[in-house]
């Protein structure tokens, strides 16, 4: 089995900083999609960035340039970077993989939501104005 864990979320002001974290513990896999997606109140789960095990990093229009995903592999974490936060990134901020993942399944970016079988519990992130 495969548990994500989010951390790091919390309160800022805008065009402040955060960097949420999802931690990865039980099966090791060494082909993955790992994705992040935020959900607001009221809104559907958006995909706002994704990693796959060949290096591709895609990432959602509203955050390009904004935010960052990266992932440690050593540490078996996925990491967000959110710089110039703005009110219209507080959502609950979510870490979903693939575990394994092959390319036959479809690119990393491209794949539907309900591939994602693992998911963490989510972490909070509130922008005020």
């Known amino acids: 089995q495969v548990q994500l864990a989010e951390s790091g979320g919390g309160s800022v002001q805008a065009g402040g900083s955060l960097r949420v974290s999802c931690a990865h513990s039980?099966?090791?896999?060494?082909?993955?999609?790992m994705a992040w997606f935020r959900q607001a109140p009221g809104k559907e789960r958006e995909r706002v960035a994704s990693i796959d095990s060949n290096g591709n990093l895609n990432y959602a229009d509203s955050v390009k340039g904004r935010f960052t995903i990266s992932k440690d592999n050593g540490k078996d974490t996925l990491y967000l970077q959110m710089n110039s936060l703005q009110p219209e990134d507080s959502a609950m901020y979510y870490c979903?993989?693939?575990?394994?993942?092959?390319?036959?399944?479809?690119?990393?970016w491209g794949i539907g939501r309900t591939e994602f079988l693992n998911w963490g519990q989510g972490t909070q992130v509130t922008v005020s104005s």
């Open positions: 979903a993989a693939v575990l394994p993942w092959f390319e036959w399944i479809g690119p990393c």
């Open positions: 039980g099966e090791r896999h060494s082909t993955y999609c």
